[in-house]
C-alpha cells in the first residue's frame, strides 16, 4: 500500500500521521508539500489537522487553492480514497469535497481534550472496523471544528447514512455536554457520496499507541491500511 500526506505551511500534525501510518503500513507515507502540483502514486491521501496558512482569511480556505489540492480533488473523483483529519475536514469542505463548513467553536475557545464518538455508518472502508452503535474515543484538537449545513444538507446526510461519527457520552447517548464545538446533530466526521472520502474532526493519529493511552484510532488506521493493502 501507498500512501500521501499532504502537508501545508502550518500543518502540525502531519508528522503525526506519518508515525501513525508508518506503524500500520510499515513503510512511511510520502510527504507531498502544498506547492507540488502532482501527488505519487497513491492508494490513500490523508490531508492532516494543523493550522494550514496560519488560519488567514479562515480556516482551511486559502489551503483550499494549493496546486497539490487540485490534484487531491481530481484524484478523489477517481475514487482515491482521502482521509481529511481536523484542518484536514475544514479544507476538504472549502475544496467542495465534502458539504458543510466548520464554523468557530460555540464556546469560542480551543479545546484540547479527549472525546467520544458513536460510530453512525460502520460499511466503509474507514469505519468497517467498528460496529454501528459502537462508543470509540479519540481526541480533539480545534478552534473552529462547529459543523454546519443547511437543513436540507443535512437531511441528505442522515437519509444517505453520511454521517461517519457523533460526538457522545461514554454510554453513547448525545448530549450537550458531550459535544466540545457545538456541531449541529453532534456531527464528528462526515463521508461524500460514495464514502470514498471522510472528514472528521477528532484525530486517530493521537490515539494509535497504547504508550498514549489508547488504540481505537490505529484500530481504524490498521483496518484502512488491510483494506487497501
Not at 51 to 66: E, I, K, P, T, V
Not at 186 to 202: D, H, Q, Y
Request: aromatic share 6%; hydrophobic share 45%; glycine share 10%.
Amino acid at each position: 500500500m501507498k500512501a500521501a500526506v499532504v502537508v501545508f505551511p502550518g500543518s502540525n500534525c502531519d508528522r503525526d500521521v506519518r508515525v501513525a501510518l508508518e506503524a500500520s503500513m510499515g513503510r512511511p507515507p510520502a510527504m507531498v508539500w502544498h506547492a507540488e502540483s502532482t501527488l505519487p502514486e497513491s492508494d490513500l491521501i490523508v490531508l492532516p489537522g494543523g493550522f494550514s496558512y496560519g488560519d488567514y482569511l479562515r480556516s482551511g480556505a486559502m489551503a483550499a487553492h494549493a496546486p497539490a489540492m487540485r490534484e487531491v480533488v481530481a484524484r478523489a473523483k477517481a475514487g482515491v480514497p482521502v482521509l481529511a483529519i481536523c484542518n484536514g475536514f475544514q479544507i476538504a469542505t472549502e475544496a467542495g469535497l465534502l458539504p458543510g463548513l466548520l464554523m468557530s467553536n460555540a464556546s469560542l475557545r480551543f479545546v484540547c481534550k479527549d472525546v467520544h464518538l458513536r460510530v453512525e455508518h460502520s460499511q466503509s472502508l474507514f469505519t468497517d472496523c467498528f460496529r454501528a452503535g459502537q462508543v470509540v474515543r479519540m481526541p480533539v484538537a480545534h478552534r473552529d471544528g462547529n459543523y454546519f449545513a443547511e437543513a436540507e444538507v443535512l437531511d441528505a446526510l442522515e437519509d444517505e447514512d453520511r454521517i461517519a461519527f457523533r460526538y457522545c457520552t461514554p454510554a453513547g447517548e448525545l448530549a450537550d455536554g458531550a459535544n466540545p464545538n457545538g456541531s449541529i446533530r453532534s456531527i464528528a466526521g462526515i463521508f461524500n457520496e460514495t464514502r470514498t472520502v471522510l472528514g472528521m474532526m477528532p484525530h486517530p493519529e493521537r490515539l494509535a499507541d497504547a504508550e498514549l493511552g489508547g488504540e481505537d484510532g490505529k484500530t481504524m488506521l490498521d483496518r484502512i491500511v488491510a483494506a487497501l493493502g
